[in-house]
Nanobody
Framework: QVQLVESGGGLVQAGGSLRLSCAAS????????MGWFRQAPGKEREFVAA????????DYADSVKGRFTISRDNAKNMVYLQMNSLKPEDTAVYYC??????????WGQGTQVTVPS
């Protein structure tokens, strides 16, 4: 398994921006797809964005397209989620995850993002 640690969450006003970071512990980080998910209070965890091992094959949930950007730096074992034009409905705990064999098998502890209405 790989250890994943998210950071960068916080309280931001609507229309503002945040950049989430995810640090991975394994040197084989660059072999895997990585994803961001979120879970709002009382709701199920949902997919936000994913990125392929070399930085290609990027995918976004429709709700964040055009506002969020996923990226990675394999030299630093890092994945990022740049979030712009934040809305109250983006309020959630955001999780970083590693995909292995077609399923996400390692998860971070999450970082809280709050956008007051």
């Amino acid at each position: 398994q790989v250890q994943l640690v998210e950071s960068g969450g916080g309280l931001v006003q609507a229309g503002g921006s945040l950049r989430l970071s995810c640090a991975a512990s394994r040197r084989t980080f660059s072999n895997y797809d990585m994803g961001w998910f979120r879970q709002a209070p009382g709701k199920e965890r949902e997919f936000v964005a994913a990125i392929g091992p070399s930085g290609g094959s990027i995918d976004y949930a429709d709700s964040v397209k055009g506002r969020f950007t996923i990226s990675r730096d394999n030299a630093k074992n890092m994945v990022y989620l740049q979030m712009n034009s934040l809305k109250p409905e983006d309020t959630a705990v955001y999780y970083c995850a590693r995909s292995r064999g077609g399923r996400y098998d390692s998860w971070g502890q999450g970082t809280q993002v709050t956008v007051p209405s």
